[in-house]
C-alpha cells in the first residue's frame, strides 16, 4: 500500500477519536508517532553499523517494545501507558555524558501532546504505521511527498502559513547560495525544515565523496524555531534525511537572544531562510536589538540579525515581501546596513500566488554577501509559465522554471560579469537607491505597461472604493444629523 494511501487511512481513524480536534491536531498526533517509528527504523540501520550501539531511549519505551507487535497493548492498558510512563519518560530524558541524543528527543517531546482517547483507536493507528519502513529508500523517498503534504494540510488547518515555503523556492535558494561540505548553514526561522533538508540534499549531492564528509556535513546544519509543532516537524524531518542527532536543531525563539550575545563563534557561512512576515513579535523582544533596529516586526528583526550573524565573505539568500522593499523608517536604516555591509547582487521578484492559496503578498528572493558594500543590484523579474495567470494548489510553482534564471547567473567570483540586462533583468547602481532613500522596489523598464484585470485584485479595489464611500456617507450623516439637531435648538 502507499504510503500516502497508508497516511490518509490513519487521518480517517483519527477522526473517529473524540480527542483529536482538527486537523492541526491530527497532524501533531500524527507526527510524534511517525517520529518514533521513523527513529526505531533507522535505529535498526545504526545498531548493524555501530558495535556497541545504545539507544538514547530507555528499553520499555522504545517503539519496538510496545508499539510493533500488532497483537501488543490496546484499549485502556495502551492509554495508561502512553500518558503515565511514554511520555513523561521521554520528556525527562537527560544528556549522558557528551550523548545529547536524549536532550534531541526529550526537546521533540516537551511540547507534544498524546490528544487520542480511545486506546483501541490508538492501536489501529500504530498498526497502520508499523506497515512502513523507513530503512527501505523508496518509502523514505515516497514519506518526503507525503511529508510535504502533511505541511500543506496543516496550513489549511489555520494560522500555519509561515511554516512552509514552496519546495521550487527552497531549492532555487539553496541551488544559488551553493553551500559547500565544511560550511556553516543556519536557518533562524527554520519552521520545518524545508531550506535545511534541501542544504543537505544539496551538499550530498556536490561534496559528499565518502563516509567522514556524511560526517563532516552532519555537522553543518543548524536551525531554530519557537513553534512546538513545527519543531517537531523539524527534527523529524532531519532524521529522515539521515541526521543522527539533530540536536543543532533547537526549539527556541531565535530572536528572545539578545544582539550581543551572538559572538564570533554564532557567526555562520550561509544564511538560508524566508522569515515570518506580517507578524508582530511580544513587547520587548525589540529591546535585544541596537537602538537603531528597534521593531516589533518579526521580518524586520530577523534581516537585521541575518547581516549581524553571517562571517565576512558569508553568503545568504532569504524571502521578504513587497513591503520590506520600498518600507521606510525602521526598514530604511536595515537596508542602508545591508547595501554598506554586504554586496546586494540580487533580487528575484516572484510574480502574485507563489504562496497561494495561503497568502497573496509578492514575494522577492534577496541574495547577498557579508564583507563588501553594493556597488549595484540587478534585478529579475520571474515570469509565469507559459499559458499561467497564477499558481494554485493544483498548478505549483515547479523548480524548472529558475532555470532560466540559472543560465543568466554568472559567477560571483568574476562579479557577475556574463550578466545581461534581458526583458527580465535590469540593474540599478546604488546611488540610484540611496538618493531614492533606500527604496529597493524597482519596476522593470523593459516590462509593458499593462491595465490590471486580475479579478481579485479588481475586486479589492471596488471593494475599498465602497468602504470609502461608505465612509464619506456616515460623515455626511454625522454632519447632517449635527446641522439638524442645531436647527431644533
Not at 486537523?23 to 545498531?47: S, T
Not at 492501536?123 to 511529508?147: A, T, W
Not at 489555520?158 to 553551500?179: C, L
Not at 567522514?212 to 524531518?237: C, F, M, V, Y
Request: hydrophobic letters at 35%; charged letters at 30%.
Amino acid at each position: 500500500m502507499a504510503i500516502s494511501t497508508t497516511i490518509k487511512s490513519i487521518q480517517d481513524i483519527m477522526r473517529t477519536d473524540v480527542g483529536v480536534d482538527g486537523d492541526a491536531q491530527r497532524i501533531g498526533q500524527l507526527v510524534w508517532m511517525l517520529f518514533l517509528k521513523i527513529y526505531d527504523d533507522r535505529e535498526q540501520e545504526w545498531e548493524l553499523l555501530e558495535d556497541n550501539y545504545v539507544s538514547p531511549i530507555p528499553e520499555r519505551l522504545r517503539w519496538r517494545n510496545w508499539a510493533a507487535d500488532p497483537e501488543g497493548m490496546t484499549g485502556d492498558e495502551l492509554k495508561k501507558f502512553v500518558d503515565d510512563e511514554l511520555f513523561p519518560g521521554l520528556q525527562s530524558l537527560e544528556a549522558r555524558g557528551e550523548d545529547l541524543r536524549p536532550l534531541v528527543i526529550r526537546g521533540v517531546f516537551e511540547d507534544a501532546y498524546n490528544y487520542m482517547k480511545s486506546g483501541q483507536l490508538m492501536r489501529q493507528v500504530i498498526n497502520k504505521l508499523q506497515e512502513m519502513d523507513f530503512n527501505v529508500s523508496s518509502e523514505r523517498h515516497e514519506l518526503g511527498d507525503v511529508y510535504e503534504q502533511i505541511l500543506k494540510d496543516l496550513q489549511s488547518a489555520g494560522n500555519a502559513g509561515e511554516f512552509y515555503t514552496p519546495r521550487a523556492v527552497t531549492e532555487f535558494i539553496v541551488n544559488r547560495v551553493d553551500p559547500k561540505l565544511e560550511e556553516q548553514v543556519m536557518d533562524p526561522a527554520c519552521g520545518t525544515g524545508g531550506f535545511l533538508t534541501n542544504t543537505i540534499e544539496h551538499k550530498r549531492e556536490h561534496y559528499v565523496d565518502t563516509p567522514q564528509d556524511w560526517e563532516t556535513l552532519q555537522g553543518t546544519i543548524r536551525g531554530i524555531e519557537k513553534k512546538p509543532l513545527p519543531h517537531l516537524l523539524a527534527s523529524t524531518n532531519l532524521i529522515l534525511h539521515g541526521i543522527e542527532v539533530p540536536s543543532q536543531i533547537r526549539h527556541d525563539n531565535t530572536l528572545a537572544r539578545p544582539w550581543t550575545d551572538w559572538g564570533p563563534r554564532d557567526r555562520v557561512d550561509a544564511i538560508v531562510a524566508n522569515p515570518p512576515f506580517g507578524g508582530m513579535e511580544e513587547a520587548g523582544i525589540e529591546t535585544n536589538f541596537p537602538q537603531a533596529f528597534r521593531t516589533r516586526e518579526t521580518a524586520d528583526l530577523f534581516m537585521a540579525l541575518f547581516i549581524h550573524l553571517l562571517k565576512d565573505g558569508g553568503r545568504a539568500g532569504v524571502v521578504l515581501p513587497d513591503g520590506f522593499l520600498f518600507g521606510e523608517g525602521i526598514k530604511t536604516r536595515i537596508k542602508e546596513k545591508l547595501l554598506t555591509e554586504c554586496d546586494l547582487h540580487t533580487i528575484v521578484r516572484l510574480p502574485n500566488g507563489v504562496f497561494n492559496p495561503y497568502t497573496n503578498i509578492k514575494t522577492n528572493l534577496l541574495f547577498f554577501t557579508k564583507g563588501r558594500p553594493t556597488k549595484e543590484v540587478w534585478y529579475y523579474e520571474h515570469p509565469y509559465p507559459e499559458g499561467y495567470k497564477n499558481y494554485s494548489k493544483t498548478k505549483p510553482m515547479r523548480f524548472a522554471e529558475f532555470e532560466r534564471e540559472i543560465a543568466w547567473w554568472g559567477t560571483e567570483a568574476d562579479g557577475f560579469q556574463a550578466r545581461e540586462e534581458t526583458e527580465y533583468a535590469w540593474r540599478v547602481p546604488v546611488e540610484e537607491i540611496q538618493a531614492d532613500n533606500y527604496n529597493l522596489d524597482r519596476k522593470n523598464p523593459y516590462a509593458e505597461e499593462e491595465a490590471d484585470h486580475d479579478p481579485e485584485e479588481l475586486l479589492a479595489k471596488y471593494e475599498r472604493q465602497q468602504a470609502e464611500i461608505q465612509e464619506l456617507r456616515d460623515q455626511l450623516k454625522d454632519i447632517l444629523g449635527d446641522a439638524l439637531g442645531e436647527q431644533q435648538q
